[in-house]
Every structure is written in structure tokens, then in C-alpha cells.
């Protein structure tokens, strides 16, 4: 049995050990999936320990993803970008590999819910490091424009510059945001204390969609917010699944179907 784990602190709540087992059965992989609380101020030695111990692969989450991509021997083209990873690979060779699976998670479930990026204007909300993480796959579906929009207007502009060469990327505060917009994505981790960015009246397109990156047993205030003003509204869940999805496939090469998860676990929310 190959060991795997979820590495973050706190850990107590993640939902990737469920997720994982979920895979390894529908698929027959015979793996193992714990979840890991590192220490805050020895993640490299907790990733090193695990290895020892016969660990094949890790996922990393909050606070550890800028940390993660430090410690790489080698890094996927997107995980260079994002600067953060989430899905650590051990190479035959002993070598550690980092990717980062969220923007394909997040695209994959667009796609599953029929939401075209391809020459869509979209608005990302927010510009930390989820947001981040999420841009060179959003870009790379060629959308006609994405705007960044943030609270503090220069981290919105400094990030849309590192991705410019990959596409039409924009940024700035939340002022200057005037749609409509055939889909807008919430980054921001406003939420979480049930805020709402300040956004104008006339976001969407007809037709548009919203999507919270966060997901809960109610929806986000966004969503309802979206809702209200005619959007298709669709939370994150899918994309906690789809990203868990792809860093199986990294690991073992198998493709698992989402969607039976994807109901399993939101009927336990
Ligand atoms: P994460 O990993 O979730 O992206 P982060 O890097 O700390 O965490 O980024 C949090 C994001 O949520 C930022 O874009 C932040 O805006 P600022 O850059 O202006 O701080 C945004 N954010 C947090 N609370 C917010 C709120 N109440 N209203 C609007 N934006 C908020």
C-alpha cells in the first residue's frame, strides 16, 4: 500500500482523506490517506519524515503551499507561476516534484457544469494566493478578458502583470468594476466572515454564472447576492474535488469519476 497524506494546520477538518478513499476504491489503487498536521515552523522536516516512512505523494494546504514550492527539486510550469503548491510527488529517483491541481480543479468543474471560458468576459474577485493559483488555467481556456479585481487595487494590478504573457488579464479595485460579465469567480476570502465585495448592481450578463471558490451547507453570500440578480450560482465543492482529482491522476496515473463523490459529500455537508 502506497502512503499518501494531506499536509496543513490546522488539518483536523479536511475533507482530502474522505476524498482520496473515495478514489482509491472506485479506482482498486491500493493507497493510504492521512491527514497531517505539520508544525508551523518544520514543514520541510514533516515532507522529509513522511518520506522516510514510505510516503509516495502529499497534498498541502493552509499555510504551507508558498513553503511547499520552496522545498521542490523540480516544479510544473503552473506551480512556478502560482508560486505555491499543493500536490508534492516523490520521484523515483528520491526527487520531490510540486504541482498545483486548484485551477485544474476549478476549470474541470466549469467544464463539467457546461460553463464556457472560451471567449467569455470573467471577473476573478480577489488576489491572494488562491486567486493565484488559479489564473494560468483560467487563461489558458482563452477567455476574452479576465479582469482581477481586489480590495487593495496594486496587488490586483501586480498580479495581473506576472500572468500578461499567458493572455487578456486585467486588474484593479473594486471601484473600477463595471460589468457584465458572463461569469465571476469570488477568490476572496470575504466569505468566510460573510462579507461582500462592494459590487456594482449591473455585474452579469444575461445568462452569467457565479462561482464562490468557498462552499458550506448554506450558500455564500456572494452566491446569494448573485442569485438575486439572476446568475447561475455554483459554489466550490466541485473544485475541492476536481483539484483532489487531478493530484490522483498525478500520483497514479488513473482518472477517478467525481461526480459520486461530489453527491456523497455534499449530502454530509
Ligand atoms: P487566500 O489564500 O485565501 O487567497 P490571502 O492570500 O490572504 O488568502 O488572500 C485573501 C484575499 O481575500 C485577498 O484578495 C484579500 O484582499 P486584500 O488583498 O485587499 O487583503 C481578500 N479579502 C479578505 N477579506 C476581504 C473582505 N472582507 N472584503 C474583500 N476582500 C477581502
Known sequence: TDRYCVFGHPIGHSRSPAIHA???????EAIEYTAIEAPLDDFVGAWRAFVAAGGRGANVTVPFKEEA?????????????????NTLIL????????????????????ARQGVTLAGARVLVLGAGGA?????????????????????????????AADFKDLGPVS???????????????NGTSASLGGELP?????????????????????????LR???ERGARTIDGLGMLVGQAAESF????????DVVPVLEALRKAL
Open 22 to 28: 473515495a478514489f482509491a476504491e472506485q479506482t482498486g
Open 225 to 227: 447576492w448573485a442569485g
Open 171 to 185: 486588474g484593479g479595485g473594486f471601484d473600477g468594476v463595471a460589468g457584465p460579465y458572463d461569469l465571476v469567480i
Open 131 to 159: 486567486v493565484r493559483g488559479v489564473l494560468e488555467p483560467l487563461l489558458a481556456e482563452g477567455p476574452a478578458t479576465l479582469h482581477v479585481a481586489n480590495r487593495t487595487a496594486e496587488k490586483a494590478r501586480a498580479l
Open 69 to 85: 514550492c520552496r522545498l521542490c527539486d523540480d516544479l510544473s510550469p503552473r506551480a512556478r507561476r502560482a508560486g505555491a503548491v
Open 91 to 110: 520521484e523515483a529517483d528520491g526527487r520531490t516534484r510540486g504541482d498545483t491541481t486548484d485551477g485544474a480543479g476549478l476549470v474541470s468543474d466549469l
Open 198 to 222: 462592494p459590487l456594482p448592481e449591473a455585474l452579469f450578463a444575461p445568462g452569467a454564472t457565479a462561482y464562490d471558490m468557498m462552499y458550506g451547507a448554506e450558500p455564500t453570500v456572494f
Open 249 to 256: 491522476f498525478l500520483w497514479r496515473g488513473r482518472r477517478p
